[in-house]
């Protein structure tokens, strides 16, 4: 089918980007004027500039689109209306072009995260059915985005998927975690217990394009994880195992917030978004971020495939 990709130059993005092309859609990726398009020689796609402030760039970008997956968003902002405005605003206005000039659209699929739906109590899974309660602005502007998403049900068939930690070659976190342990350095996030769900980046696509293929779904959300739940502690442990041994220094959550705040003052001084922040490092430490995806496999067939062991090896020669 002929997809619009947004946010096709990021993590997720291009993933997805090439596993369209490679089981042969047609793909027209919609670019901001700022983009790197660089990321994306080499796949034979249609590269359409567009501005989410022009109602008719956006409309000629979904024209013949039979799928729109909408994966653009802004990850790091000072405030909520930052995030509105990178978030929402953009969600609602390509959501107003598809019900314009898309006769074709066969599904409207929304890339959303589990910080829509907030932080698991201790020891539960968190479902569907539980109330979303956002605690980062990030999150209270993924869950305002799907609600702008639902005035138009009934008008578009419009899902979301709320992916869990996505890992991968090429993801920022992990790879700014990467580049310490190769100093020596081994950051320990949370508090021992296993407090998130994980999602490798290749079942992450997969789940978007069932969530385009299946009719079932219309109006639904759903959580995306592997199936297990972990310690942050097996991830960056994971990393470091994968690679030549050496002698390591651990860094615990005292000292993370303070290379937090480090990493906050550097940004602002580059103007570039942090690598890490306080209000990840209590986040990671405090919050409990387990999801139940089951609802995802019985629904629409999603069957997570990537092995962490296997996965986090990859990560750790190819990032």
Known sequence: MDALVTGSTGFIGRALVAALVRDGWGVTCLVRPQSDVSKLSGFPVVVRPGDYHDPASLRLAVAEAEVVFHVGAVLG????????????????????????????????????????????SPGHLKTECDESRPVSLYGRSKLEAEAALRSFLGRLPIVSIRLANVLGIGQRETGAALGLIRRGILPIFGNGEKQTSLCFVQDAVQALILAALRSAGQGEFYYVTDGRTYAWREIVEGLAAALPRRRVLRLRTPALWTLAAFSESWSALSKTRPVLTRQSVLSAWRNYWIFDGRKICRELGFKPLADFRTEIRRIAVGG
């Open 77 to 120: 902002a000072e405030d909520l209306a930052t995030y509105e405005r990178g978030n929402v605003f953009p969600t609602r206005a390509l959501a107003e072009a598809c019900l314009a000039s898309a006769p074709r659209l066969r599904k409207f699929v929304y890339v959303s995260s589990i910080a829509a739906g907030g932080p698991s």
